[in-house]
């Protein structure tokens, strides 16, 4: 008898942690696996957030918090918001959350009724549609390849756009792409949404700061946008800080109450310990972590050159983020009819990848380049091999 509600049921596990999974369950066998497969920094989280932490254990941060988060963690924020973004909010219009996963879990529930359709532009992360539709929305997802830079047209967003569409989501620099929107594309997108009033947007900028001279823009930032703009953000990747599970969103301030509302029936607020490494975070800014940067733009160009002696594989080098999002579909066959076939034969060639499936693009793999250098020669060379290897057999 089966016991699971059927909303659970239909949930899968994110591709991206399925591939994760296969790859240490492999490397703990004893296989020689490179995984370039889960969005994570190699960095270490940097010092002075590190000494933030623990000077809030010393001092006794250890009690219950605000749900939306500590006030001068949110006062933080908005310092933040306005100086990278020119975006002004008050503190009561930020929410603090156990990762930025969890502000846009809030933002779903807070915004989609059953039957609310919500746009999904392709490439999208892996969560977006799978959260959409755990609250009972009906996916919409224009898409858009290589040949487009993997950026929706305003045709396309026009096009997409029903009676009953509620929701926009997108993220830029763009998970799995790297693809950035610039000033011109957002003012473009945002002409066709001031014809829809109706239609919310949620901005996830996590990458925002790892990009390669695209200057970063929010759409909450143009004319009629920030009032009907949820934006995402967090340390996770700007700072390294994946385990610390903190993110947060700037938002008009009946969405952020509501989101506060959701969170304290689910989790109440985040760690008070993340949150005070958090603050020296916002305040330190982009160029504290620019060493990080730096590595990523020597290692994106790194695995772009090594992947370029593949026969037929397709590649764009990115304006942000830190993958590697490259279109394979030259090497489908009967055989290996979808990307996930192709990074089974990588995984058995010694690297660890996500197939374009995970984001809405089949022919597509996601390689992150978040891994030495050492292992991304290695890595490359392994499926340099295999997928010459494959050619050659077609």
């Known amino acids: ?4 509600s059927q909303r659970v049921a239909s949930l899968a596990l994110p591709m991206t942690i399925e591939m994760t999974k296969k790859s240490r369950a492999l490397q703990e066998a004893g296989h020689d696996i490179i995984s370039l497969s889960l969005g994570e920094p190699d960095f270490d989280t940097p010092n002075f957030a590190k000494a933030a932490g623990i000077l809030g254990i010393e001092e006794n941060y250890s009690h219950y918090m605000p749900v939306p988060g500590y006030p001068d963690l949110r006062q933080a924020i908005c310092i933040k918001f306005e100086r990278d973004n020119g975006l002004t909010y008050q503190p009561d219009e930020i929410m603090v959350s156990t990762g930025a996963k969890q502000s ?50 305003p045709a396309q967003l026009a096009a997409a756009i029903s009676p009953k569409t509620k929701l926009l ?22 002409v ?27 759409l909450a930032s143009l004319a009629g946008m920030r009032d ?32 506060e509302k959701i969170q304290s029936q689910v989790t109440s607020g ?16 982009p160029s504290a972590v620019q060493y990080m940067v730096d590595a990523f733009t020597s290692r994106r160009q790194l695995l772009a050159d090594g992947l370029n002696a593949a026969d037929k594989l397709i590649i764009k080098v990115p304006e942000g983020a830190f993958y590697l999002f490259v279109d394979a579909s030259a090497y489908l066959s009967p055989k290996h009819p979808t990307a996930l076939d192709l990074c089974m034969l990588l995984l058995e060639g010694g690297v660890a990848s996500v197939p374009g ?29 295999t997928l010459n290897g494959l050619n050659s057999a077609l």
């Not at 008898?1 to 699971?4: D, S, Y």
């Not at 385990?243 to 109450?257: C, T, V």
């Not at 809405?360 to 292992?375: K, M, T």
């Open 1 to 4: 008898m089966l016991f699971l």
């Open 104 to 153: 846009i879990a809030n933002l779903m529930m807070a915004l989609v009724n059953p039957g609310d359709e919500v746009i999904v532009p392709a490439p999208y992360w892996v969560s977006y549609a799978d959260l959409a539709e755990f609250v009972g929305g009906t996916v919409v997802s224009p898409k858009a390849g290589i040949e487009q830079n993997f950026k929706i047209t």
């Open 169 to 190: 989501i997108f993220s830029s620099p763009n998970n799995p792409s790297g693809a950035m929107y610039s000033h011109e594309e957002l003012e473009a997108l945002a």
């Open 192 to 218: 066709i949404l001031r014809h829809h009033p109706q239609i919310w947007v949620i901005s996830d900028e996590i990458y925002e700061y790892i990009q390669y001279g695209t200057k970063h823009v929010s």
């Open 228 to 259: 009907r703009t949820a934006t995402v953000n967090g340390l996770s990747k700007g700072f390294a800080m994946t385990g610390w599970r903190l993110g947060y969103m700037g938002a008009p301030l009946a969405l952020a109450k509501a989101c």
């Open 270 to 285: 985040a760690s008070s310990i993340a949150q005070r490494a958090a603050i020296a975070a916002m305040l330190a800014g």
């Open 357 to 385: 499936e995970a984001f809405g693009l089949d022919g597509y793999i996601r390689f992150s380049y978040a891994a030495s250098e050492e292992d991304l020669k290695k890595a490359a060379e392994r499926i340099v091999r």
